[in-house]
């Protein structure tokens, strides 16, 4: 059983014990180094008003107790990785077969992909890749990691000039 495609899988739990079997898996995925083909564990969640004595809340509660999501490529060490995780029953699928989650099912339950940040500080000089100014070497003044944006300094016709990149635009400056 080897399919080299990072997919999302539907894994069933013991109910109640979905945040458990959430941080059973990522600690697992860390120890044994298994980072390249797990990728993600989510428990998908939704926000509530509750009202009580004329006073309204926001709660969160888990959108389907019992289930957990993970975003990995099926392999055999993967796939007896998570089985064997305290409080899993089992993947959702025919048998022992894991039925990945289509695309649109995926969109549908909100699930993003993580997004590695960048590795740069402040002040870091960086080259500029693509763009208007692909070429240009430029001092990063700001990060926004939610963005995935930078604003660099670029010095053109002998003066400063801040810019705003994405971050696939930039690489560090050796």
Avoid: C
């Avoid at 604003?151 to 801040?162: A, G, I």
């Amino acid at each position: 059983m080897t399919i080299n495609e990072k997919k999302w899988y539907v894994v069933h739990t013991y109910s109640g014990h979905e945040n458990k079997v959430k941080a059973n898996i990522e600690k697992l995925v860390e120890n044994r180094g298994m980072q390249d083909v797990i990728f993600d564990v989510k428990v998908p969640t939704e926000e509530y008003n509750e009202s009580k004595n004329g006073k309204t809340k926001v709660k969160e509660r888990k959108m389907f107790p019992g289930y957990v999501l993970v975003n990995m490529m099926m392999t055999d060490e993967s796939w007896y990785l998570v089985r064997n995780t305290r409080g899993v029953t089992g993947f959702v699928g025919p048998g022992s077969k894991p039925v990945p989650l289509s695309e649109d099912e995926v969109k549908a339950l909100g699930v993003q992909e993580k997004l590695p940040e960048i590795d740069l500080n402040i002040d870091e000089v960086v080259k500029i890749k693509s763009g208007l100014f692909a070429d240009f070497t430029g001092t990063v003044q700001h990060i926004d990691n939610e963005k995935r944006k930078l604003k660099v300094f670029v010095s053109m016709f002998s003066r400063e000039t801040l810019v705003e990149l994405d971050f696939e635009q930039v690489e560090r400056f050796y």
